[in-house]
T-cell receptor
């Protein structure tokens, strides 16, 4: 399948530890943000989203934090598992547009 | 539930040949549709998007074109492929209205030789 993340920043974490993946977004007018997980050869899979009127949102084992002051988004994965190994992308949607702008991605490697 | 399909899954084409990639969405009406390209080790580049039948917005001038002949069908085409067209092509959809989440298809890996 397609190899993604060949030149992407890599985060290596021990199985069972918590992972934090960071993303800086570009436009202060962005009002909606998404985190995706992409496994090799597959399309990105939706993980969690957050609107700009929130600063935190929790899902199952995942939490997204939004800091609008510094235009920073983070994804926290609790108790990281081998199946979490993938490339993670953040995306921002500019208010009033239909377009989504993607970050460059981070490869997460889970060490047994 | 909604489902998005792309075909073919993989494609190897010679330089100068035409291209047609197809994307269909099931289980929703009047979706916003998107084509992205992903080069190896890179992020996603938005190529085209459509908010309705026959309406196409182009983001990157190149030798690719898109069409939306039916509500839930989105086609990516080229008359003559270039080596630089190689990549992983992803179709995505978003429900019309107030929901914002964008969902991706399985992708087509295109290799131009």
């Amino acid at each position: 399948g397609e190899s993604v993340g060949l030149h992407l920043p890599t985060l290596s974490v021990q199985e069972g530890d918590n992972s934090i993946i960071n993303c800086a977004y570009s436009n202060s007018a962005s009002d909606y943000f998404i985190w995706y997980k992409q496994e090799s050869g597959k399309g990105p899979q939706f993980i969690i989203d957050i609107r700009s009127n929130m600063d935190k949102r929790q899902g199952q084992r995942v939490t997204v934090l939004l800091n609008k002051t510094v235009k920073h988004l983070s994804l926290q994965i609790a108790a990281t598992q081998p199946g979490d190994s993938a490339v993670y992308f953040c995306a921002e949607r500019r208010a009033g547009t239909y377009k989504y702008i993607f970050g460059t991605g981070t490869r997460l490697k889970v060490l047994a | 539930s909604q489902t998005i399909h792309q075909w073919p899954a993989t494609l190897v084409q010679p330089v100068g040949s035409p291209l047609s990639l197809e994307c269909t969405v099931e289980g929703t009406s009047n979706p916003n549709l998107y084509w992205y390209r992903q080069a190896a080790g890179r992020g996603l580049q938005l190529l085209f998007y459509s908010v309705g039948i026959g309406q196409i917005s182009s983001e990157v001038p190149q030798n690719l074109s898109a069409s939306r002949p039916q509500d839930r069908q989105f086609i990516l085409s080229s008359k003559k492929l270039l080596l630089s067209d190689s990549g992983f092509y992803l179709c995505a959809w978003k429900a019309s209205g107030v929901t914002d989440t964008q969902y991706f298809g399985p992708g087509t890996r295109l290799t131009v030789l």
